[in-house]
């Protein structure tokens, strides 16, 4: 009793003022733009994809569309809430339903929608493109991400990082659907979420050690 | 204004005038008086929070301790907007099921010595050297200065960290090192002339 009278003691003794996070819909809107932005960016660099005017006649392509850049938002809004230790642990379901129609999407596009590839089109070459958008998209969008979580001090690391990974993937895939013709959602689904469910696994073994010193307490 | 706290009469009377919620927000400001009347005023809550959750007396105050610092180090996350209450108690349910989970994996792999455990066949481990030598050294160290004796007491004994050593007692973690490689050599004066 008296260690902890001495450690309050301690704490409040010349307790320095500090700056309040702005509240999480605030935050979330910031990260929700700068996706955005960079969504924008891109397209004006590479052009829309080849066969833009096919697909936006086809609904599967805006239930796509819709479905990965509402997953995105979701996901972003929920980790900002989750992230913070009075908010509900129920806003991690918050993307599950956008990325319900994101998966019914790329399920249909896979299944009964082949994606019409024009006649000669350099699949290669339009592959590498592909996956440079995906990581051009994925590494600033990640990065800020990270910095803005890592300042909450997250005491729920491991459900900040999936859904960091989710709404990451969820912009990634936006700009992927609107700028190229290969059928690429569940690569970037797995290129943002294999890692980090290996980082949380490897967390829980190693007792969480990596995700708190990332941006945990 | 009426306390809002999740146990209004868990505080103090001194501070049931103000609210938790804007003791706090003070408290973000930099007010000394008032964040430290909010950590006494929610400390026997938290207490009652750790003992509900199953931990011993020793525990259970480790435990406070350690929900403290961690309001401490997040304290700019609070939002003064919202009622304090249920940030203290997310605050306190994470760390405490923290600690419920390092406990368990603990006890998954150890098992506790009991007063049985402690005699053994082998002679040198019945031997009344060493407990003179623990009572020679805890006598030792109860002559060191103040200073000193804080910092083995903190960093040695109960093997707290540099950082959290220098939050308990406001000094750096320089001064602390300083102090421990002083205490240290003392200690060996001190026993080296015992011995002799």
């Known amino acids: 009793m008296a260690d902890t009278d001495s450690l309050i003691n301690a704490l409040a003794g010349g307790v320095a003022p500090v700056r309040r996070l702005r509240p999480p819909m605030v935050r979330a809107l910031a990260w929700i733009v700068l996706g955005i932005a960079v969504i924008v960016a891109l397209t004006l660099w590479r052009g829309w994809r080849a066969d833009i005017d096919l697909q936006v006649r086809d609904p599967a392509f805006w239930v796509q ?16 809430e989750i992230s913070l230790p009075d908010r509900s642990r129920l806003w991690a379901a918050l993307p599950v339903p956008a990325l319900a129609l994101w998966a019914t999407g790329f399920a249909y596009g896979c299944l009964g929608h082949w994606i019409a590839i024009p006649a000669g089109a350099p699949i290669v070459l339009e592959s590498t493109r592909c996956l440079t958008t995906i990581i051009l998209a994925t590494i600033p969008l990640g990065l800020a991400l990270w910095l803005m979580l890592r300042r909450t001090r997250t005491l729920r690391p491991a459900d900040s990082a999936w859904l ?15 700028l190229h013709v290969v059928q690429a959602s569940l690569l970037v689904l797995a290129i943002n979420v294999i890692p980090v469910t290996l980082i949380v696994v490897a967390g829980g073994l190693g007792g969480g050690r990596r995700l708190k010193a990332d941006f945990g307490r | 204004m009426t306390p809002t706290g999740p146990e209004a009469s868990a505080k103090p009377a001194a501070v049931t005038r103000e609210d938790w919620s804007v003791l706090m927000a003070r408290g973000q400001d930099g007010d ?3 964040y430290r009347a909010l950590l006494q005023s929610i400390a026997p809550y938290v207490r009652s929070l750790a003992r509900r959750a199953g ?5 259970c105050e480790d435990a406070v301790q350690d929900i403290l610092m961690t309001i401490h180090t997040i304290r700019h996350t609070y939002d003064p907007a919202r009622p304090f209450g249920p940030w203290l ?5 994470n760390r405490l099921a ?3 989970r390092r406990r368990a994996r603990i006890w998954s792999r150890e098992v506790e010595l009991t007063i049985e455990h402690e005699t053994f066949v082998a002679v040198e481990t019945n031997s009344f050297e ?7 050294l805890r006598s030792a160290v109860a002559d060191l200065p103040a200073g000193q004796r804080e910092a083995v007491e903190l960093l040695k004994l109960k093997e707290m960290s540099l950082k959290e050593a220098a939050a308990v007692t406001g000094q750096s973690e320089v001064a602390l090192k300083v102090a421990v490689h002083r205490a240290v050599k003392r200690l060996r004066t001190m026993l080296a002339r015992d011995e002799g």
């Not at chain 1, 569309?65 to 900002?80: D, E, H, I, N």
């Not at chain 2, 931990?55 to 525990?59: A, G, I, K, M, N």
């Not at chain 2, 060493?130 to 020679?136: D, G």
């Open chain 2, 55 to 59: 931990l011993s007396p020793e525990d």
């Open chain 2, 98 to 100: 923290d600690r419920l």
């Open chain 1, 65 to 80: 569309v819709l479905g990965a850049a509402l997953t995105g938002m979701c996901a972003t809004l929920a980790v900002f």
């Open chain 2, 89 to 93: 108690v997310g605050v306190s349910r």
């Open chain 2, 32 to 34: 000394e008086r008032s």
């Open chain 1, 164 to 178: 960091g990974a989710l709404a990451v993937a969820g912009f990634a895939d936006t700009a992927h659907l609107l």
């Open chain 2, 130 to 136: 060493k407990a003179e030598q623990a009572r020679r």
